[in-house]
Structures are given as structure tokens and as C-alpha cells.
């Protein structure tokens, strides 16, 4: 059921963000914003020598699931090269939220997937990769916004 | 005097009541989006596909007769109903349709550059984005009547904008939002003194009191039938007859002609001018079952009923302190539309949690995105009443809400 989904971990997620703010000599910068729920993020991440990343922060306003999931993303990916972004999927993000064990509906997926949107388009603009049509296409259609 | 309606009687005709949601009933209150349709329309759709299916205005054949006589009596209904004559109601797919017709038939035949178009801060997107397509066209200017901190129309700027003698004026009866009722009689009698066309989007108003065009005099209207109790896929436009008579069609193909040659064509006669290709058929019939639907319970019982309705949720409300309710609080000039939000709670996650008490409320921008600006949020909850919906669907959903608040811990 949904509202097990505002448990606490993900209250205090959404509450106390975690890496909230900028970076304002971040090599990778993006931002997206998904009126469905009025989301709107903002995505610096900053890589050391070793193209790993030293630092990322979030920052934006939306609903909690949002919210909470960009504050969780960011600490999964800290350390991680960059590189290995790409590799970072949907899966990892959403079973460390624990939604797919809860059910949350797709509508609001789109709301925890936002996060994983920015983070995509940001990594394939810095390393100057095209995006295979496959993925870009689930990327719009899962991470769509409201008609109208 | 007739008696109150009842809604707990009328909800026995909506089958979809039956149904529970998450294993609890279903408080509906989306109804500004769509309606839910009573059973008399089901089955009136239903006897259409399973007796006398045909395609209408052509067959000469018996089932044909019968689908044209059903078809063309619902739209005899539709016209009494707001008191129009019948060759003035074109059937669109939605409200949407019929205002782009408008603006692609009559908008560029006679809008040039440097012409001024009037709408207002609250109209939903299906009266802001044709216009806007008009003046990416033609280079006319589009002007927005402001509104103020209780979400009435700022008269003075209306006089202003009038006094730069548009030649449109394009507004909502109703704001889908706000729920606010706009005096649509004096800004159409305004409006044609200074000569402008006036254009009223009823899509919130038809179903829910009475609207009578000949009364308002405004020169077109538009709304959907699926707001009113009608299958989802029928919109209507009214327009006056003179003007529709000197339009260029707005969809060209079958049904709109008299006579075709190779090197032109002749159009047919009001209202299939404007009623390209097949109809929906069944639809159109079944929206003719929701007006006598709607006809047997009254429309001023229907607004009564949602005037004490909306009185009673206000005060309801009034009672969670970290409630912010938007919209005119005198509810004469109020629908039952309440746009609201609960604490700093996101509207989304708001609905997610009454959708599990298995109420159903709309969260976001409701088509309204210059409106959210302007009320300084990117979203609101929106809960909205009809015929069906009782003082027991309110206390549902202050349960709901108090439920988010100890989730949020407000």
C-alpha cells in the first residue's frame, strides 16, 4: 500500500535532505523539472583527479518522493566514477528506495525517477556520449510529464 | 418548492459506486476533470451498438434512419437545454475542439496584426494555447483580465482592456480551479459595446447550473459532455447563427459538404458544415441520456444541492488550521471547486495518501499554469462536487487529510 511509502526513512529523506545545495565549480551541471508534481531539480556533481565523484549535490523543490530520492541517489553515487554512472539504473535507484517491494503506482514513479532523469542526460552531455534511442525513449516515456 | 435532492438516492444510479477501491468506497471528487455516468447513459449507449448501429446521414436503410433520429434528437436536446435553436449546436470531441474551432475558423478569417484578443489569468490551457497559436499566425496581441487576492476578475482592468477595443473576448464561466462564477452576462454585454466577438468556455458551468446562451447573449459556447454526466468523446459548440453561417469550415471531409468537384467544394448546411467525417455517433446519443438525466433532477436542485455542499466542505476545512483554501469566499460567486493545500504537504503526495482511503482528489497544475504563477504555487489538491456527492463524502475526506497531517507529522 502506498502510504507505507512515507515510512519514516523516507520522511526523514525528504525532510533533511542529504547533499542539499550547489556546487559552483561542479563539472556536471543539469537541470529538469517535471510539472506533474511541480518538481524541478537542479544536479552538481563534482569529479576529482581520478574522474571519481568527489562531491554532488542536489537541490530543487518537489514532492517528497522526489525529494527523497535525489537525496538518496546523491549518496549512492558518491565515490563512484564516472563512468560507472552510466551504468547506474533505474533498478538500483528504486530498490534502494524500496518502491517496487511497495507498489507505489506509475504515476508516482515518474515522481522518484526525476532525479534519475537529470542524472542520465547530465552524464551523457559531460562525456559527450550519445544516448542509445532505446534508453532515451524510456527516459521520456518514464520520466513524462502531465498532459495538459 | 421542489424536495432536496438526495444524493445517497442519486449515487443508486451511478453502477461505478458499487465498486470499492483498496477495499473501501469510492469518494469520488475529481468531478471537475470528468464525471462519473449514471446507468441511464450506459445503456443508452449499449442499445445504440447492440440495435441499431449504423453510420447516420447517409444510409437510406432502416438502421441508418433510426441512428440519424437519435443522433439529431440529442442534439435538438442538448439545444433546449441551453436554450439554443438546434442548427446552432456543432458537436466537437471535447470543449477543447470547439474552442479551437473558434479560434482556427473565425480567428483567422478576421484577426490581422496589431488586433487585441482578451482572456483572463484563469482560463484553463484549452482557452490560453489556441489563442496563442492564433496570434503566432496572424500577430494579434493577447491580453489577460488580472485576477485578485480572493480570485474575482479585477473590473477595472477589464474596463482598460475593453477600452483598447478588442475583438475577441474569450473567458471562462467558471475557473476550473478556483471555482470561481465570472458575471459572463456583463462582460458579453461590455464586450459587444465595444464591438469585440465574445467566446465563454462552460465546460465548468453547463453541468452544473443553469445556462441559458440566449440570456448571456455571448456570440459562441463551449463545453464537454463528459463533465456532465456524458460519455467522455462529445464536446459542443454553440455559436450564433449568422456567425456560424459566414465561417469557413474548421475540418474539411465528408459530411461537412453539399457538393464536391474536382476543382472545389460547396458546404453543407449549419450545423454539419462543421461536423466533418464520422461523429461518435454513440456518444453523441448518450449525452442526450445525461441531459435527460440531468433534466429529471433539475439543474437549481443540482446547484443548490452543491452550494450547501460547498458550504459545508469550507467549513470542514476551515478546521484544519494549516489549510489554505484558494478561490472567492462569497458562494454565490463560487462552484463547487475547492483548490487547496494542506501545510507545505505537496499536493501529489497528498493524493497518493487519500487514494489509498480511496478518495479520489486531482493534484497539479489542472491545466492552469499561468493561474499557479499567479497564485505563487506549482500546484494545488482540488477536490470538486456533483450531484452525487453527500456531507458523509466530505467527512471522508477530512479523515483522509488529517490522516496526511500525522503522516507529515503537521
Given at each position: 500500500m502506498s502510504s507505507d511509502f512515507y515510512r519514516d526513512m523516507i520522511l526523514d529523506y525528504y525532510r533533511n535532505p542529504r547533499n542539499y545545495g550547489s556546487i559552483d565549480d561542479a563539472e556536471i551541471k543539469v537541470h529538469e523539472s517535471n510539472p506533474l508534481c511541480g518538481d524541478d531539480i537542479e544536479l552538481y556533481i563534482k569529479l576529482d583527479k581520478d574522474r571519481e565523484v568527489e562531491d554532488i549535490k542536489f537541490k530543487g523543490r518537489g514532492c517528497a518522493i522526489s525529494i527523497a530520492s535525489a537525496s538518496l541517489m546523491t549518496e549512492l553515487l558518491k565515490g563512484k566514477k564516472v563512468d560507472e554512472l552510466l551504468f547506474f539504473t533505474k533498478k538500483d535507484l528504486l530498490d534502494a528506495l524500496g518502491i517496487e517491494t511497495l507498489g507505489l503506482n506509475p504515476v508516482r514513479i515518474k515522481c522518484a525517477l526525476l532525479p534519475y532523469k537529470a542524472l542520465k542526460i547530465a552524464v551523457y552531455n559531460h562525456l559527450g556520449k550519445e544516448m542509445s534511442e532505446e534508453e532515451a525513449h524510456l527516459l521520456d516515456y518514464e520520466g513524462g510529464v502531465e498532459q495538459g | 418548492m421542489f424536495p432536496n435532492l438526495d444524493p445517497e438516492i442519486v449515487k443508486?444510479?451511478?453502477?461505478?459506486?458499487k465498486r470499492k477501491v483498496y477495499g473501501k468506497p469510492l469518494t469520488y471528487l475529481d468531478n471537475a476533470a470528468t464525471t462519473q455516468k449514471p446507468r441511464q447513459v450506459v445503456d443508452a449507449i449499449r442499445e445504440f451498438y447492440q440495435s441499431y448501429n449504423a453510420n447516420i446521414h447517409r444510409g437510406v436503410y432502416r438502421l441508418s434512419i433510426e441512428a440519424t433520429e437519435a443522433f439529431e434528437n440529442s442534439r435538438a436536446k442538448v439545444a433546449k437545454f441551453i436554450n439554443a435553436k438546434d442548427s446552432e449546436v456543432v458537436f466537437t470531441k471535447n470543449a477543447t475542439e470547439a474552442l479551437n474551432l473558434v479560434a482556427y475558423s473565425w480567428g483567422l478569417s478576421n484577426l490581422k496584426e496589431g488586433d487585441r484578443i482578451v482572456l483572463t489569468e484563469m482560463e484553463h490551457h484549452s482557452n490560453i494555447v489556441p489563442w496563442q497559436l492564433v496570434s503566432k499566425y496572424t500577430g494579434v496581441v493577447v491580453d489577460y483580465i488580472p485576477i485578485d487576492e480572493e480570485g474575482l476578475l479585477v473590473c477595472e482592468e477589464l474596463d482598460r482592456l475593453l477600452s483598447l477595443e478588442p475583438k475577441v473576448v474569450s473567458i471562462t464561466h467558471v475557473s476550473n480551479v478556483l471555482g470561481t462564477i465570472n458575471d459572463v452576462k456583463e462582460i458579453v454585454a461590455k464586450a459587444h459595446k465595444v464591438g469585440a466577438l465574445t467566446v465563454v468556455d462552460a465546460a465548468q458551468s453547463v453541468p452544473h447550473m443553469h445556462v441559458d446562451v440566449k440570456e448571456l447573449d455571448c456570440d459562441f459556447l463551449a463545453f464537454s459532455g463528459h463533465k456532465a454526466l456524458g460519455p467522455l468523446g462529445v464536446g459542443v459548440l454553440y455559436g450564433k447563427r449568422d456567425l456560424l453561417k459566414e465561417m469557413s469550415p474548421f475540418l474539411g471531409g465528408g459530411d461537412m459538404i453539399s457538393r464536391v468537384w474536382l476543382s472545389g467544394a460547396e458546404w453543407n448546411e449549419l450545423p454539419w458544415k462543421f461536423e466533418a467525417g464520422t461523429s461518435s455517433v454513440a456518444d453523441v446519443i448518450g449525452l442526450g441520456a445525461a441531459i435527460d438525466y440531468l433534466n429529471s433532477i433539475g439543474m437549481s436542485r443540482i446547484r443548490s444541492h452543491e452550494v450547501k455542499l460547498t458550504m459545508y466542505a469550507l467549513r470542514r476545512l476551515s478546521e484544519l488550521k494549516d489549510l489554505k483554501v484558494y478561490g472567492p469566499k462569497n458562494l454565490d460567486k463560487r462552484s463547487a471547486v475547492i483548490s487547496f493545500n494542506l501545510s507545505n504537504i505537496h499536493p501529489h503526495d497528498l493524493a497518493t495518501i487519500l487514494d489509498e482511503e480511496g478518495i479520489a482528489i486531482r493534484a497539479g497544475h489542472h491545466c492552469a499554469m499561468p493561474l499557479m504563477t499567479k497564485l505563487g504555487v506549482a500546484a494545488t489538491a482540488r477536490a470538486s462536487f456533483y450531484l452525487y456527492n453527500s456531507e458523509n463524502d466530505v467527512d471522508i475526506l477530512m479523515e483522509g487529510l488529517n490522516k496526511a497531517g500525522r503522516i507529515f507529522k503537521i
Open positions: - | 443508486q444510479d451511478f453502477p461505478i459506486f
